[in-house]
Structure formats: C-alpha cells, structure tokens
C-alpha cells in the first residue's frame, strides 16, 4: 500500500456511508458486536453527519474508487462555527431518528450516539472564549486501520493545514481524548492547551485539546 496512490478530494453525499463505516470500525464496534446492527449502522452515519455538517472543509482520502480515510475540518468567525449548508439535510434526518432512538436506549448507546456532540458543544464554548487556537478545528480525522502508519495523516493534516490558511487561519485547535490516538498529536508537535475531566463517568475518560499552527 502506497499513499502516493492517493488522491485527495472534497466529501460527496455518497461518500457518507463510506465515512461512517470508518468511524463505526473505531468507535462503535461494541453497538455491531451486541447484534444491533440499525443502531451500529446510525451511530456511525450520525455522527459522520454530524462532522461533516459543521466542516466547511470535507477532505476524503480515495483509493480505487474507495475511501480510506477522511479529515473534515471546522472554521470560526468571531468565535461561532461556520456550517457547512451541503450537509446540514442529511444531518437533520439523522439528527430526528437518532432523537427518537434515544428515548427508548440505554445509557451506553446514548453515549455513542451523543458523545462526539456534547464534544462539540465543549469545542464551541472554548471558540466562544475568544482563544487564539479557536480560528479552525480539526473536527475528524480517521482512517481504515490497515492505511495507519503510513504517512497517510501526517499528508491530510498538512492539506488541512493549508486549506486553512486559504480561509484566513494561522492557528487552529482539535479535541482528542485518552480512548483515541492522541499520542499522534504529541509526536507531530502539536501543543496540549487543555484537559477536561468533566466527562469522567469512573472510567478514566479525559478530553485533551491541542493547539497547532497553521
Ligand atoms: C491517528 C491517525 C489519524 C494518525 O494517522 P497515521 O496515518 O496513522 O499517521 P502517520 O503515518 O501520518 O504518522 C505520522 C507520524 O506520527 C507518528 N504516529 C502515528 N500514530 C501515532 C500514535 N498513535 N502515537 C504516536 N505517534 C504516532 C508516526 O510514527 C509518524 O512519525 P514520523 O513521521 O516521525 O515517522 C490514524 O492512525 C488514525 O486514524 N487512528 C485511529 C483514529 C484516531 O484515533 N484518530 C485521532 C484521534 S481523534
């Protein structure tokens, strides 16, 4: 496997499927493992819609006609996230189903299908704050595990990273947390600015935000 074999693009509506099988292989595998898989298949395509609706700029890694990998990224004016109106459709459908799955789930699907926005929600009162990082968010960026290691997010951080500059950004910020590879973060230079510990529910979970130039 070869990343120069890659061409990187903006996300299609067709690719949402795609984007939430990636992000169910790392996140959700225990809704899929239990046997529920109309839960598995919306926590994945819900938070996917979620990302992408609040990314003005939606990269996607293709191989072969194939996503492999994807990084979408957010940007502040004056402290309140630009939407992406592409997305925002599909998002609202997810968005009532998984509002209607909610009131009959239990605590741990719950999570998984709310977890990455009340992450959101932290990220938008830190913008709100006026912090200087605050001018763009790396809001997800995943990848097939057997496309891991090979440079492959080292290239998309820097297309992010350029695109950013293209909308006026000399920093930007990204939440990664202690479940997550946010060791990644830490080899490639990038600044802790903060932790939160406020969604530690006995298991040890801590949010970390990271600082970076564009
Ligand atoms: C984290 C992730 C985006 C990194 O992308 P990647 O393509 O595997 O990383 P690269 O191959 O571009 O690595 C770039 C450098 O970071 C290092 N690195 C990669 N993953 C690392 C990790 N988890 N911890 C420490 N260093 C890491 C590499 O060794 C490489 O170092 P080098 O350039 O000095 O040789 C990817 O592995 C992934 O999708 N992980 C699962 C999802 C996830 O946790 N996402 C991020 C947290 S929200």
Known sequence: MDINDITIREA???DLD?????????????IRASGALDDWALCGRLNAAMQLQRSPITLVAERNGGVVATCLVGIFDH????TNPEWQPAYETLLA???????????????????????????????ASGNEYAQGQINLIVMRPEWQGLGLGRRLLD???????????????????????YQFYDH???KRIAEDHSQDTGDGFIVYIYGGEC
């Open 159 to 181: 297309e992010a990273r350029a695109r950013m500059r293209d909308e006026g950004c000399s920093r930007f910020f990204l939440m990664s947390d202690n479940h997550s590879d």
């Open 12 to 14: 299609r509506q067709e």
């Open 18 to 30: 795609h984007i939430a099988g990636i992000y169910n292989s790392l996140w959700c595998n225990w």
């Open 188 to 190: 490639i230079g990038m």
């Open 79 to 82: 402290g309140a996230p630009r």
């Open 97 to 127: 189903q998984a509002t209607e799955r909610a009131k009959t789930a239990d605590d741990d699907l719950e999570g998984s299908l709310f977890g990455d926005s009340r992450e959101k929600a932290t990220a938008d009162r830190f913008a």
